[in-house]
């Protein structure tokens, strides 16, 4: 008989009987499978999450509203008639708004009730009959139907968010403001609108007026602080050691710390910008010159190892080439091995640079989780940022923010969607198979 292992590999016949083939075809089907069932895994996990974030946050982009016959009385806006926007705008529209809803229900009385029938509108209806007088004062002394917002708990009830088989205690919405606000629906008063403050204004301590546009702009200008930084130092750094830096243990050193630099969790740089950008060099705290230059460095190494490995995929011929030419090193460098490896730099720049969009550990180091109302106009401004004003509202008590941090969610998730689509369109635009 002889010993199987002093045969040579070689040598050896491989194993085809039906039974090992079976074997191995059934083993090869239940990797398959295996295979399959975690990508669909995946996918339904991927799929409850997002159905879940839709689910409560599509509603917030709606805003129920209620309309109002509103006497513009020209004695309490605009006694001396002279239309003076300082004399407008420092008028009494609380006054008028209360008005206008207390006549609708005569039979109100008593101060209690009263300040419960005014809680069915916004704090900020007022400001909403300003802004239309300013915008047209031709109607100061007429009565106009007017929609205002309607306070954030009865947004909640119209949309199903506050039930109302409940006892009243266990509620936030008494029970007579339920029959108020039915009687408003069945007279027409009642709508839900699109809601454009969502997208428009910055935050608020009312849920009803509260919005994203001030974080958004916080957001861009805090990228344009992290994409001047980081994108030419990082080229310049990957081209260095790719192509000009001698290979030695410094070289070796330095590439270490690179890739460990990549893995550091982000809350490090937020302590590094603490010490450093905000202690010792007096940046502004909570502002995008701040947030960008910490998102840079965090940037910073992605983007180097990207460009290394952009450089290296493109054939040594193309330098030799035009070395042979009589081009410098630089010239061959900037001037043809550069311009082709730059699709892969964007693309690893770009994927850098979504993720320091959604990064928030960092910023929260450095004060970027202040309340900020007023949009900011410049790098200096005090800001914030998307990531944070989910981690604000998230945090908040009042039952309305709930569908705002999820609507939120939302215009952060489309935000790195098109950021990494644009790194895909680029590589598939640009990238040069060898």
């Known amino acids: 008989m002889t010993d199987l292992a002093a045969i040579p590999l070689s040598q050896r016949k491989p194993d085809l009987s039906p039974a090992r083939l079976r074997r191995r075809h059934r083993a090869e089907l239940r990797f398959r499978l295996y295979g399959i069932a975690a990508i669909m895994l995946a996918v339904g996990v991927l799929a409850l999450l997002l159905g879940s974030i839709v689910g409560t946050g599509f509603s917030a982009f709606t805003q129920t509203e209620i309309a109002l016959d509103v006497n513009l009385d020209a004695a309490a806006i605009d006694p001396d008639g002279k239309r003076d926007p300082a004399v407008l705008a420092d008028a009494n529209y609380r006054t008028l708004v209360r008005t206008g809803l207390t006549q609708l229900f005569p039979d109100v009385s008593g101060r209690r009730a009263k300040r419960d029938l005014t809680r069915l509108l916004s704090n900020g209806a007022g400001r909403t009959l300003r802004d239309r007088v300013l915008d047209d004062p031709s109607i100061i002394g007429t009565t106009q139907r007017i929609w205002f917002k309607s306070a954030a708990d009865i947004d909640s009830l119209n949309k199903g968010q506050i039930p109302r088989d409940v006892a009243e205690t266990n509620r936030r919405v008494k029970d007579n403001q339920i029959d108020w606000f039915d009687t408003l629906a069945q007279d027409g008063r009642v709508r839900r609108a699109f809601n454009t403050t969502l997208l428009t204004a910055g935050d608020s301590r009312e849920p009803e007026q509260a919005g994203i546009w001030g974080a958004v702009v916080g957001s861009f200008l805090t990228l344009i602080v992290t994409l001047v930084l980081s994108f030419p130092v990082g080229v310049m750094a990957a081209v260095y050691l790719e192509a000009f830096a001698a290979k030695n243990?410094?070289?070796?050193?330095?590439?270490?710390?690179?890739?460990?630099?990549?893995?550091?969790?982000?809350?490090?740089?937020?302590?590094?910008?603490?010490?450093?950008?905000?202690?010792?060099?007096?940046?502004?705290?909570?502002?995008?010159?701040?947030?960008?230059?910490?998102?840079?460095?965090?940037?910073?190494?992605?983007?180097?190892?990207?460009?290394?490995?952009?450089?290296?995929?493109?054939?040594?011929?193309?330098?030799?080439?035009?070395?042979?030419?009589?081009?410098?090193?630089?010239?061959?460098?900037?001037?043809?091995?550069?311009?082709?490896?730059?699709?892969?730099?964007?693309?690893?720049?770009?994927?850098?640079?979504?993720?320091?969009?959604?990064?928030?550990?960092?910023?929260?180091?450095?004060?970027?989780?202040?309340?900020?109302?007023?949009?900011?106009?410049?790098?200096?401004?005090?800001?914030?940022?998307?990531?944070?004003?989910?981690?604000?509202?998230?945090?908040?008590?009042?039952?309305?923010?709930?569908?705002?941090?999820?609507?939120?969610?939302?215009?952060?998730?489309?935000?790195?969607?098109?950021?990494?689509?644009?790194?895909?369109?680029?590589?598939?635009?640009?990238?040069?198979?060898?």
């Open 249 to 434: 243990r410094w070289t070796d050193l330095i590439e270490v710390n690179i890739n460990n630099l990549a893995a550091v969790p982000s809350i490090v740089f937020g302590l590094l910008g603490l010490a450093v950008f905000l202690n010792f060099f007096g940046m502004p705290r909570s502002a995008p010159i701040a947030g960008g230059t910490v998102l840079a460095l965090m940037t910073l190494p992605t983007i180097i190892i990207a460009g290394r490995a952009a450089l290296k995929a493109v054939p040594p011929s193309i330098r030799e080439g035009a070395l042979a030419m009589g081009a410098s090193p630089l010239q061959a460098i900037s001037h043809h091995v550069l311009p082709l490896a730059m699709p892969g730099i964007l693309t690893g720049t770009i994927i850098g640079m979504a993720r320091a969009l959604g990064e928030t550990a960092p910023l929260l180091m450095i004060g970027m989780v202040a309340f900020i109302v007023d949009i900011p106009r410049g790098f200096t401004d005090p800001a914030t940022v998307l990531p944070v004003q989910v981690f604000l509202w998230a945090d908040a008590p009042e039952r309305a923010f709930v569908e705002k941090t999820s609507a939120a969610i939302l215009v952060l998730l489309a935000f790195l969607i098109l950021m990494n689509l644009a790194a895909v369109i680029l590589r598939k635009r640009f990238e040069r198979r060898w």
